[in-house]
């Protein structure tokens, strides 16, 4: 049964479970919710990069800080097909466009996102955005046109989150998911560890995640990826067993949610990851890119499927299960 009164002390105790025995709790769950050999594939493309006038401490885009990232303006619809047909033709069902904005404008190139929605649904691939904030029209606008997920992350906990950003509150990012709920688009929420916060606000954003009306359809766990010209580029290297950890604890509290392997793979082995899909991940990031950091190639990937013997989930799954 999934539960949206999870308390605090309870996510407290999931967490903080002997690892192994977590590990296995978080297996068994898996196995009742998911077919544990699917994962599924999305790929994603930074379809407008750098310059963002946000100040997320961990970020290569925001133009306040000097990464190295140069600032490129709104790709064409043509070519943004065209990386989705090739992510097709690897194996991916979902394809996610990023965009470097503080929120949507009603402007020129929002209507050009709406094309693009359009042209990736056409392709039957599941269309995901993450755009920054939207208003309810907005998120209306992007559901017409085709948009199956908003990925609008919470980050951290809402107590460390002034720590990490100052431009914006929690409270306006609670608004756009809601926004997003309302024009009936499935949301994709998680957050990033690594990012100095304590294990009490991992806990913390798990709880807000796990307690929101409806559980988000996708929840990426993303370790911190530290880019020089950022202010965490010193922070140290995540902790596989805390990733491991959290990823558990997000199968547990939501069970039929697809919890993502996201940001640092490139920084871990094979057999970590392999850790975190035992442990309950069921969604990668694929392509050698992921908005402008590396990431595993399709190459490796496959060649890791191969050897766990993982299959990639098929496009809108959920809803040909539903139709019968
Ligand atoms: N600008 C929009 C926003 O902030 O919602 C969309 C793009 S933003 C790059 C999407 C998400 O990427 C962020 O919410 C954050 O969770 C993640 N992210 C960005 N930089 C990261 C990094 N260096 N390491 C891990 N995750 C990162
Ligand atoms: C998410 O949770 N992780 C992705 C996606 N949603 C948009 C982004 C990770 C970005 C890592 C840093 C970069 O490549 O710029
Ligand atoms: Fe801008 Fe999004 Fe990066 Fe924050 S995370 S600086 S909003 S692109």
Redesign the pocket.
């Known amino acids: 049964m999934l539960r949206n009164n999870w308390t605090l002390t309870e996510i407290q105790d999931i967490y903080n479970t002997p690892l192994l025995e977590l590990i296995y709790k978080a297996a068994t769950i898996h196995r009742d919710y998911n077919d544990t050999a699917e994962v599924q594939v999305c790929t994603l493309l930074s379809i407008k990069t750098g310059g963002?006038p946000?100040d997320?401490a961990?970020?290569?885009?925001a133009a306040r800080y000097h990464t190295g990232v140069e600032v490129q303006s709104l790709m064409q619809k043509d070519i943004v097909l065209e990386y989705a047909a090739k992510a097709k033709a690897a194996g991916s069902t979902r394809f996610c466009m990023?965009?470097?904005?503080?929120e949507v404008r009603n402007n020129k190139d929002f209507d050009r996102v709406l094309e693009m929605v359009k042209g990736v649904n056409e392709m039957g691939m599941e269309v995901c955005c993450?755009?920054?904030m939207l208003d309810g029209e907005q998120a209306k606008k992007l559901a017409d046109a085709g948009l199956y997920a908003y990925?609008?992350?919470l980050?951290t906990s809402s107590e460390y989150y002034s720590e990490i950003i100052t431009t914006r509150t929690y409270d306006e990012r609670l608004k756009t998911l809601d926004n997003v709920r309302k024009a009936g688009v499935t949301v994709c929420c998680?957050?990033?560890i690594g990012l100095g916060e304590t294990h009490s606000d991992r806990i913390k954003m798990l709880h807000t995640l796990s307690t929101l009306p409806v559980h988000p359809e996708s929840v990426?766990i993303?370790?911190?990826?530290?880019?020089k010209g950022?202010p965490l580029e010193n922070n140290a290297k995540t902790d596989v067993w805390d990733m491991v950890r959290m990823i558990a604890t997000a199968r547990i509290l939501m069970p039929a949610t697809m919890v993502r392997l996201?940001?640092?793979r490139a920084e871990m082995s094979l057999a970590e990851q392999a850790l975190c899909f035992m442990a309950g991940a069921n969604s990668i990031f694929a392509g050698d890119k992921l908005?402008t950091?590396p990431n595993p190639s399709f190459d490796e990937d496959n060649l890791m499927f191969g050897l766990l013997g993982l299959k990639p989930r098929e496009a809108f799954k959920q809803e040909k299960e539903l139709v019968g």
Request: charged share 10%; with cysteine.
């Open positions: 963002c946000e997320c961990y970020c290569p885009q990023g965009a470097a904005w503080r993450t755009l920054g990925n609008h992350n980050d998680g957050g990033i990426p993303n370790a911190l990826v530290r880019v950022t996201s940001a640092g908005l950091t």
